[in-house]
């Protein structure tokens, strides 16, 4: 008997063209729930033109949508209700400490207390900085703190637009396994872009490529790296397929 997979994302005939040209036409594609998608392509090539429609923050020309069934454009609330999101660059309040600005986000959700706040700080390895000012902090640290923001209100889909960036090694050995882990324990969803290859490679259980405004190709990792030696040559294989059509 064939079970039905939730759909977490549903896009559809997704259009939001710039005066340049640029943008993204068409696009079409869907994340089950339970995937970590990774949302590769060159700069210029939609990606975060994409996250912005996709977290309400954008308006398309044309097309739709739909977060766990609630469509973005015509049910924003409900659409949102369990999503956390950083799209572009993570943004705080310089002049209140790390503690101070999770407590301000907090006021949003009707659940999120103390203990929990403490909690995501220790998950994303700031409780040592809590008192300290954001302004203080480095592009990595404002980047943790970033992150420990989206996850304060448990949700079942994070949308990350460039979740690494700014982080050192250690860093990025520690959200790797923070992605894996609240995958695994708590069922969470994740649509990420990133331009490191070698973590989206280890991390991620899908692999969406986009090229030009236009969905180039979708599939598995373990499925790729079955034809491909790595991620990077099938990606550099599908850019240049793609920039020769």
Known sequence: MC??????????????????????SNLNLQVDE???YAFLGPNGAGKT???????????PDRGDVKIFGASVQDDYVNAMKHVGCIIETAESYPYL??????KLFAR????????????????????????????????????????AAAILSRPKLLILDEPLNGLDVEGMLEMRKLIKRLSQEEGTTFFISSHLIHDVELTCTRVAVVY???LVSVDYTQDILSNYSSLENYFVSEVDRNARV
């Open 3 to 24: 079970t039905l997979t939730t759909k977490a994302i549903e896009i559809t005939n997704l259009t939001k063209m710039y005066d340049n040209g640029r943008g993204i």
């Open 34 to 36: 339970g995937d970590i």
């Open 49 to 59: 033109t994409a996250m912005k429609v996709m977290a309400g923050l954008m308006k």
């Open 97 to 102: 400490t790390a503690n101070e600005n999770l």
């Open 108 to 147: 949003f959700y009707p659940d999120v207390d103390q203990t929990r706040i403490d909690e995501c700080l220790e998950i994303t390895g700031m409780l040592k900085y809590k008192h300290e000012k954001s302004r203080r902090f480095s592009l990595g640290m404002k980047q943790r703190l970033g992150i």
């Open 212 to 214: 030009g405004g236009k």
